[in-house]
């Protein structure tokens, strides 16, 4: 497995992570202990980056990688979130009631996490969500006091605008920014990517398979568990499914013609957008795993690059990537 270093704070890990919400959250249930064996499958093949956070579940995908991955602490580097307010009602995201970032929250959480993961140290910690009734300078102070007390290793931020990123750097090294980038979400490309290379911060795209779209394995939301998040998505309606179908089944003839998955196509497209750049695809199961992983070894030329950002350009994906309230989280 390659590596790659996030930031300037020097953490180096491999060039493909696995996003572990699926396997508490989100998606619909998850066999656990097949979520283990994918896990421990995911160390052998050389995986060292493992993301997770505290709502996703909530709590429950932090014991789940503290149950999978204990024992194998120099070997792997654990990222997790603190940001969203929880309740105590309700299942998954109906227990999100906002954001927040204050500080007596921030440390209640990080001490959680650390709990929860059976670790003294976290070595990535980021902001899920930036927090607007706060300076981005004071939550980020917060955070460096933690670095400082041995709590947490390196700062990252999730879904911030370049703006805010360039005032939480005035502060404190971060060492990434994670934000959904794929060939169905773009946006990044403008103002986060080009601050994120000016200011020596990696970044780490989440969904970079557009939750399973890219695949080409999702056509139709009948697919989908009754209680799966995708289904009250704007881009996972039928109507905007049916839109978007020919852009994914273009992506699977060029994969074809490689002799490749359109999803190992799509992650190594992304790959080769930076040397900064660590995607992080969800997976449950193990030939999905094998597949991203494999992807890592995907050497694309100029002229297929080109091609694949032509069988999918952008402002050609149909419906938002999430609804009002939660769009009104990101870019912040």
Known sequence: ?????????????????LGCMGMSFAY??????????????????GVTMFDTAEVYGPYANEELLARALRGLRGKVSIATKFGFRI????????RVTGVDSRPAQLRAAVEGSLARLGVETIDLLYQHRVDPALPIEDVVGVMADLVREGKVLHLGLSEASATTLRRAC?????????SEYSLWSRDVEDEVLPACRALGVGFVPYSPLGR?????????????????YRRGLPRFQDEALRANAPLV??????????????????????????????PIPGVRRLVHLEQNVAATQLVLSAAELAAIAAAVPRGAVRGARYGEQEMGMVGL
């Open 212 to 228: 399973g779209f890219l695949t080409g394995q999702l056509g139709s939301t009948a697919t989908l568990a009754t209680d799966d």
């Open 170 to 178: 005035a502060v404190h090294p971060i060492a990434a920014l994670q």
């Open 249 to 278: 089944a273009r992506l699977e003839q060029l994969a074809a013609a490689r002799g490749v998955s359109a999803a190992q196509l799509a992650l190594g497209w992304l790959l080769a957008q930076g040397e900064q750049i660590v």
């Open 1 to 17: 497995m390659k590596t790659r270093t996030l930031g300037s704070t020097g953490l180096s890990v491999s060039a493909i992570g």
């Open 28 to 45: 619909g249930g998850a066999d656990e202990a097949e979520s283990i064996r994918t896990l421990h499958r995911a160390v052998e093949l």
């Open 87 to 94: 309740g105590a009602q309700g299942q998954g995201m109906q």
